[in-house]
């Protein structure tokens, strides 16, 4: 009872607030430029279903494709952020074998290309045959000074991870890598359209490129054959997006400070999120990183799981503080908002900086 009651109490604050708060793109474009925003400044990947529903009081559940990014939208807006993040088209998928739906999964058990055979034989998607329309209808309910930050389908090294299995990606690597870039040359060049072909729309102001690169201790594959599989198809890909106009950000989990001179030199990424306190805090990084490129999030979700409204709320001012003469910082989670984080807990660290 006393938890409903502070969300209650948490979100009725929350609303009263960002009724009044008009969102402003310019904010966290400020952020991606490393500059100091007008006002502490908001950063998230998603939410889960039921902070969605909670933000905006309608259900998920049975929705349209269209109807899910609207309800999303709206409850980016709620929340106080002045973006929101947009899907993928429906029908992008790189299909994978039939596997349970846990919330936990090997990445060895969605193989379905193990030869050359099924690689000619697999039914790629192409963004040319999906129906991009909503980019135009959703432009017609997008909150005054919002705009819209499409992510992918995956990433380059999670598609191929996916498609292949991450120990025969392995072996691969020393007994076929023509065919190993082979296959990461088709996933790259099929993302590659996608960002190409969305990242003009009006209603874009920046992309994510969501592709999980690490371990806790390193890369999933070594630095050198990141740099020779991984990360030119990632130079294409923001390359791409800076020729738009627009912004490119990293969401990508894991220990990569073995390339993250590559991440922000040689591919020239805005933004980097996803941060853990079990590799580098938040509070760790931002000084090593500020001023070469943008720090997102950061407020581990361990820590968020563990700890009270307060000292969550405490650790995000602090964060804000540490940032607030440098700029080039938002706050939010290090990763995203999922189903186990309570509604009340997220609330306080959104209160640090709406209030």
Known sequence: MKNNENNEKNLH????????????FNNLLKVLNKDIPDRPTLFEFFFNDHMYENLTGFTMKGKSFFDLNIIKMEAFRNAGFDYFTLSYPEKLVFKTSEHHTEKSISLNETVIIRTKDDFLDYSWPSIQQCDLTYFDQIKKFIPEGMKAIPYGPGGVLE????????????????????????????????LLDYYQTVAGHDIVGAMIVNDDWGFNTQTMLSADNMREFVIPWHKKIADVIHQSGKKA???????????????????????????????MKVEDAYPWLQGRIAVLGGIDLDFIYKNDNSAIYERAKKMLELTELKGGYALGTGNSV???????????????ALE
């Open 159 to 190: 598609n191929v991870t996916q498609l292949l299995g991450y120990n025969n990606l392995c072996y691969m690597l020393y007994d076929d890598r023509e065919f190993l870039k082979e296959v990461f040359d088709k996933v790259g060049g099929i």
């Open 249 to 279: 950000i990293l969401h990508s989990c894991g220990q990569l400070a073995e390339v993250m001179d590559d991440i922000i030199d040689y591919i020239g990424y805005d933004a980097k999120h996803s941060y853990e306190d079990n590799i």
């Open 13 to 24: 604050r929350l609303l009263e607030i960002t009724e009044k708060r008009k969102p402003d």
């Open 338 to 352: 999922p189903y186990y984080i309570e509604n009340e807990k997220y609330y306080s660290l959104l209160l640090a």
